[in-house]
């Protein structure tokens, strides 16, 4: 019996797809139903990833997106071969932990470039009207709680999260007329690879302390997956231009 | 490298701006007011940009007198 929250029939781009956050997206949502069209750098990952999907009609296409000249002929790919876009995830980013004294210019280039820019130029090119579902589409970016609290270390890391937040806002305004609808969810902290690079450049005291602040722990990839796959949903019909907190109850203090 | 640069560098890394504040090859780091966990990516971020070198945090576990840490990126390097 067909439910609300499914995704059957929907083709959804998702970015990142070769780990963490990203990967348990690409998996949840084809056990839901959907087609999922999985972008990634890493190839072998990837299949990986791939090979862990319920039965549908899949791609995965390995691609590094900040070559920004090459993301037009991999949505048209993805177009051509599962159909038109009706859901986008944007999980590709990097994390950066390093005091305000040592930062370049040049950093703060690389982590806009990944975290936001990109996901942009994805989402100009995937709202085409060639490309996109016309009844029916939602993207949603990744940003993270650190894009409205601060830490130490992070000044890159929060403001590129933070652009996510306030430039969904203006795109989900944009796009409403084309029946797209455009959110942001903000994680606390995953277990995931990158975030367990991140502990290990950490003391162990400051390592306690985050995990202490979570008052349900930390997070697994399947809630943020499922909260993806609500925001993905005929459930999610009337929500746009808005955050998703899901972060066990970190800033909630 | 000279060793003087090196010392200079650190302490550009620590935020010691106190022109005052001597730091040795034999001051011990882990007793610096200013030698934290965000301090040491600092450390690990000058020691890149200057020997293209990337020591993961965790070594720094032996670290203690500026001399241990210039032993640590490699002696070879300084003059």
Not at chain 1, 185 to 192: F, Q, R
């Amino acid at each position: 019996m067909d439910s609300i929250f499914d995704l059957k029939n929907k083709n959804i781009i998702v970015t990142g797809a070769s780990s963490g956050i990203g990967r348990q997206c690409a998996i949840t949502f084809s056990q839901l139903g959907a087609n999922v069209i999985l972008i990634a750098r890493n190839k072998e990952r990837l299949k990986d990833t791939f090979d862990k999907l319920e039965k549908g009609n899949h791609l995965i296409i390995s691609q590094d997106i900040t070559e920004y000249d090459k993301l037009e002929q991999i949505i048209k790919y993805s177009v051509e071969k599962i159909g038109r876009i009706s859901g986008f995830v944007y999980s590709a980013g990097i994390e950066m932990t390093l005091p305000l004294r040592s930062m370049q210019p040049s950093y703060y280039e690389k982590m806009f470039s990944i975290n936001v820019i990109t996901g942009f130029e994805l989402a100009k090119i995937i709202s085409k009207t060639k490309y996109i579902n016309k009844d029916w589409a939602s993207f949603v970016f990744i940003s993270s709680v650190m894009g409205i609290l601060g830490q130490p270390g992070k000044i890159a890391y929060c403001s590129s999260k933070g652009a996510l937040i306030s430039g969904i806002k203006a795109m989900a305004l944009e796009l409403a007329k084309k029946n797209i609808r455009v959110n942001c969810i903000l994680p606390g902290v995953v277990e995931t690879e990158m975030s367990n690079e991140m502990f290990q450049r950490l003391s162990e005291e400051s390592k306690k302390e985050i995990i202490d602040m979570h008052p349900l722990g930390l997070g697994k990839p399947e809630d943020i997956a499922d909260a993806c796959a609500f925001l993905l949903s005929n459930a999610s019909r009337w929500i746009t231009g808005t955050n998703l907190i899901v972060d066990g109850g970190y800033s909630a203090r | 490298m000279k060793k003087k640069e090196f010392v200079d560098e650190l302490k550009d890394a620590l935020e010691i701006e106190d022109e005052d504040q001597e730091i040795t090859l034999e001051t011990n780091l882990k007793e610096l007011e200013e030698y934290d966990s965000l301090s040491v990516l600092s450390i690990i971020a000058m020691i890149d940009k200057n020997f293209g070198k990337q020591i993961p945090s965790s070594d720094f576990v032996k670290v203690t007198t500026v001399s241990s840490l210039m032993e640590l990126i490699g002696k070879e390097h300084f003059d």
